[in-house]
């Protein structure tokens, strides 16, 4: 009897898993549909990387730039109101490794990460970017700078993070904590549609004291966070992070190149002092600025933005 029970119960859960799965797989086609690829697809250190790139066309001066989105986040964060404001320069716009359409890395860390975009900007011919980097981005952008700094001519950080963060903030607090296994499943069965749930909540944490932006879940690429790869891959990117971070913050005082740091005063994802007026103050010739505002300010705040990266591209491009 007992043995019936369980076998009766281990084809419930199966046939409740599968029905999820199918659902997921659903979803993430919908998703897809709705936020499509919008750029070209570049094999880069044995990955498949998506990424928009707008080409170098007569009459373009100064610095490039290149665009590295936050945890959770996708390339279009960056076209949704920011990157268009400078049709002056070269843009190169990248999905990270394991988000939106680019494959994910293995193993999915900052250092890792960091080499793919120094592959794809010696891939793209740029000549020493400026590389704006969003919350996670502004700590791969980092990486970047002590790894690969021949590559490189500026940091633009907005929101970056930049030294561990002992508890992750709300929104991001059930990707951590868990083993793989619970992790897979979980991003598998409920977890998308618990991400979708939560949206409401992720507003206030993520975006106050600003505004959700109409568009923002389509044309700011917010839907494909709910997806379970991208689930996966923010779980590892919250995972490597205690190996990385307290290693790369003894090495910020030889960053030896123009950095401007940008805040939200309302921030709630990360502090502006821990991560940003903390890090000002070890790197020697990083700039902290800071403005009305929240965590996303390259969707809200896109004048303020543009203003804050037009000062760091002003000073590199001014030289020593």
């Given at each position: ?131 704006v980097g969003h919350s996670l981005g502004g700590a791969v952008a980092l990486a970047l700078a002590l790894d690969h700094r021949e590559k490189i001519g500026g940091l633009a950080l907005i929101a970056p993070l930049t030294h561990l963060v002992q508890k992750p903030p709300k929104p991001f607090a059930a990707l951590s ?128 933005t543009e203003a804050f990266i037009r000062e760091v591209l002003a000073r590199v491009d001014s030289g020593p």
């Open positions: 009897m007992l043995t019936l029970a369980l076998a009766w119960l281990a084809l419930f859960w199966l046939l409740a898993f599968g029905s999820l799965a199918l659902f997921n797989l659903a979803l993430v086609r919908f998703v897809q549909a709705l936020v499509p690829p919008i750029g070209r697809f570049v094999e880069v250190g044995g990955l498949r990387i998506h990424l928009v790139d707008s080409g170098a066309k007569p009459g373009q001066e100064g610095s490039p730039l290149v665009f590295i989105h936050g945890l959770l986040g996708q390339l279009n964060h960056f076209s949704f109101a920011l990157a268009a404001r400078f049709p002056e320069r070269r843009l190169v716009l990248i999905d990270r490794p394991g988000s939106g359409y680019s494959q994910r890395a293995r193993p999915q860390t900052l250092a890792a990460q960091a080499a793919i975009v120094a592959g794809a900007i010696e891939a793209l011919g740029l000549e020493r970017p400026v590389i904590g868990h083993s793989r296994l619970a992790l897979w499943f979980g991003a598998w069965t409920l977890g998308p549609v618990m991400t979708m749930l939560r949206a409401g909540a992720a507003r206030e944490e993520v975006f106050a004291p600003d505004l959700l932006p109409a568009g923002f879940w389509n044309r700011g690429g917010g839907l494909l966070g709910v997806r379970p790869s991208a689930l996966l891959a923010a779980a590892s990117d919250v995972r490597t992070q205690p190996r990385e971070l307290p290693a790369m913050a003894q090495r910020y005082g030889a960053l030896d190149l123009p950095i401007g740091v940008l805040f939200g005063e309302g921030d709630k994802v990360l502090d502006p002092k821990g991560q940003g007026a903390d890090f000002c103050a070890s790197a020697p010739q990083a700039e902290c600025v800071r403005i009305a505002g929240g965590h996303m300010l390259p969707v809200t705040r896109p004048a303020e």
